[in-house]
Nanobody, 122 residues
Framework: VQDVEPGGGVVQPGGSLTLSCKSSISILSFDGTGWYRQTPGNQREFVAAISSGGRTDYADSVKGRFTISRDNSNNIMYLQMNDLSPEDTAVYYC?????????????????WGQGFQVTVSP
């Protein structure tokens, strides 16, 4: 999975960023694709997923602010982030291969992108 530039960066509270990842193989091959984030000392946490059929799921903390989408023709995954807050500061990772699991989605360990640093600061 390749990260597509431009990606993360520094943004003020209330600002917006869009992250993109391009897969080298068809993302329609998998049940879902998604985004996770990680802060120092913490486990990677689920942010959003989109199924091959277009169904979306979001963590409660980002509902109404983040939008996940995908370009199936070009195998690109997007995460549009609006109304960002300092609590959104993290390294964001895409994963092209999610499968349904109890309680939500499970991410394939071999399918992570390199990560985007997103910093929300005045």
């Amino acid at each position: 999975v390749q990260d597509v530039e431009p990606g993360g960066g520094v943004v003020q509270p209330g600002g917006s960023l869009t992250l993109s990842c391009k897969s080298s193989i068809s993302i329609l091959s998998f049940d879902g694709t998604g985004w996770y984030r990680q802060t120092p000392g913490n486990q990677r946490e689920f942010v959003a997923a989109i199924s091959s059929g277009g169904r979306t799921d979001y963590a409660d903390s980002v509902k109404g602010r983040f939008t996940i989408s995908r370009d199936n023709s070009n195998n690109i995954m997007y995460l549009q982030m609006n109304d960002l807050s300092p609590e959104d500061t993290a390294v964001y990772y895409c994963n092209r291969r999610l499968r349904p699991a109890v309680g939500g989605w499970a991410a394939d360990d071999e399918s992570w992108g390199q990560g985007f640093q997103v910093t929300v600061s005045p």
